[in-house]
């Protein structure tokens, strides 16, 4: 069956890096587009990236500004989110999710079930 | 950007009550690309609704969503014990992709 897990979470001080995995199985990794979306605490979804299936193209939110890049390793199912500059608004919980399609076009049809991230000095 | 708002924000519903979440999209969408989402705490989000209308694989009958241009609708028919959930409405059909606040179910 379709399976995605995130890891990669923790606690990092104000300013610092953390860089997030998604591990994908139970379908053809290389086929599909995939997002990273958060949810701060007692907050709503909030949408962070997107990477399409052969990694040709990215798209983030404007609400980044550039701190957060997007990657893929379709020889080992994977999918990554760098982090850096990261400050305290950063801190929720971080979901990968597959779209449907290769194009990213945002039907996220399967997710994981996330990986805590803390800012916090 | 497109903002996506829902009413009510969290609702008190009893099992076997039908439930209407709303959700309004800040200019007209291509209803092709929204979809409704389940959310329990501590659990992955569940892909409910897509395209405005066609339920995604393995979701219950009971729920059903409708809708064109700014204004949709989720329906669960027969409220169960496990729908106690937040539901999102999100939208691809201008970028970037955007949620709604979200419908808190609760008893």
């Known amino acids: 069956q379709v399976q995605v897990v995130e890891s990669g979470g923790g606690v990092v001080q104000p300013g610092g890096s953390l860089r997030l995995s998604c591990a994908a199985s139970g379908f053809t990794f290389g086929t599909y587009a995939m997002h990273w979306v958060r949810q701060a605490p007692g907050k709503g979804l909030e949408w962070l990236a997107v990477?399409?299936?052969?990694?040709?193209?990215?798209h983030y939110a404007e609400s980044l500004q550039g701190r957060f890049t997007v990657s893929r390793d379709n020889s080992n199912n994977t999918v990554h989110l760098q982090m850096n500059r990261l400050g305290t608004e950063d801190t929720a919980v971080y979901f990968c999710a597959r779209d449907h399609s290769p194009w990213g076009t945002a039907r996220l049809d399967y997710w994981g079930q996330g990986t805590l991230v803390i800012v916090s000095s | 950007d497109i903002q996506m708002t829902q009413s009510p924000s969290s609702l008190s519903a009893s099992v076997g009550d039908r439930v209407t979440i709303s959700c309004r999209a800040s200019?007209?969408?291509?209803?092709?690309?929204l979809n409704w989402y389940q959310h329990k705490p501590g659990k992955a989000p569940n892909l409910l609704i897509y395209a405005a209308s066609s339920l995604h694989s393995g979701v219950p009958k009971r729920f059903s969503g409708s809708g064109s241009g700014t204004d949709f609708t989720l329906t669960i028919s027969s409220l169960q014990p496990e729908d106690f959930a937040t539901y999102y409405c999100q939208q691809s059909s201008s970028p970037p992709l955007t949620f709604g606040p979200g419908t808190r179910v609760e008893i």
């Open positions: 990477i399409l299936f052969d990694a040709s193209n990215q």
């Open positions: 200019q007209s969408i291509n209803s092709a690309y």
